[in-house]
């Protein structure tokens, strides 16, 4: 991911928010340069989280998971199975991304606990000394209270980026919006996170409903995207085939072909 955005490109990440290794190795395999684990609103927990975090190295797409809050404990043990980067939910204040950052390094830089468990076979003996330097952290702003903190979230030293979560933005401030938000409100505030990750160096990175809307974004400055989820990508899929094939079988019975 640091060498695509280093090229001046853009990384398309997966959503996985099903509990299963098999549907995280199928999105893995399906080209995503990450795939993140939603424990946040998604199905899984800690049990589900590591065959899938196996599954998606195995892939070889970057594994990512969003925590459930900004709570050092699991923030730790899922970097400990192998995570390589984090993306903490509803980051207010300088004080809490300091928090969450600090959770997910070592000292002198953080205050991570040290036990690199499968970290330390996935990526190598010397894991504890590399891992503040691969380890990514996603700060997500997605509140009023955010916005307004921005530019003192996006200061604080170790933060890799910042990941925008348009439904609870949206809801925050009163705008009718869930996903892929084009209310002016909302579009000028992504325009100001935007400009403040750009100021700070850091990555500009956000959660989309469609293609369309995910190259909007791109063409905006935003240097991550996500593009649904792995059980609305499937729902969406097995509904274009159903309604294909109904509206065949009518067809057909119009025509005599089908008895």
């Known amino acids: ?16 928010a099903i509990p299963s ?3 995280a190795e199928l999105m893995a395999r399906a080209g995503w340069d990450s795939v993140t684990l939603d424990l946040q609103h998604g199905l899984l927990d800690y049990t589900h989280t590591l065959p ?4 998606i190295n195995l892939a070889g797409a ?31 204040s300088r004080d809490e991304c300091e928090r969450f950052v600090g959770a997910c390094r070592y000292a002198p830089r953080g205050y991570r606990s040290f036990g690199p468990t499968r970290a330390r076979v996935a990526y190598g003996s010397d894991y504890e000394r590399t891992a503040a330097d691969d380890v990514l952290t996603f700060a997500m702003v997605e509140t009023a ?11 604080v030293p170790g933060l ?8 609870d933005l949206s809801l925050s401030m009163g705008r009718p919006e869930r996903s892929d938000p084009s209310h002016p409100d909302v579009v000028a505030a992504l325009d100001v ?16 409903a469609s293609t369309d809307y995910a190259l909007q974004m791109v063409a905006k400055g935003f240097r991550l995207v996500t593009i649904s989820s792995d059980g609305n990508l499937l729902a969406a899929a097995a509904s274009a085939a ?6 065949g079988r009518a067809s057909e019975r119009q025509s005599g072909g089908i008895y």
């Open 62 to 92: 970057v594994p990512m998971a969003r925590a459930p809050w900004n709570e050092p404990g699991i923030i730790m043990k899922l970097l400990d199975a192998g995570a390589l980067g984090i993306i903490c939910p509803m980051v207010n």
């Open 145 to 155: 209270e955010a916005l307004a903190n921005v530019e003192a979230i996006v200061s």
């Open 242 to 247: 159903v309604k294909a094939l109904r509206g």
């Open 52 to 55: 899938m975090l196996q599954a």
């Open 21 to 23: 290794s098999w549907s």
């Open 193 to 208: 996170i935007l400009a403040a990750c750009q100021k700070h160096g850091v990555i500009a990175g956000i959660h989309c």
């Open 160 to 167: 890799t980026g910042v990941y925008v979560g348009p439904a």
């Open 1 to 16: 991911m640091r060498t695509i955005w280093a090229q001046g490109n853009y990384v398309v990440n997966g959503w996985c």
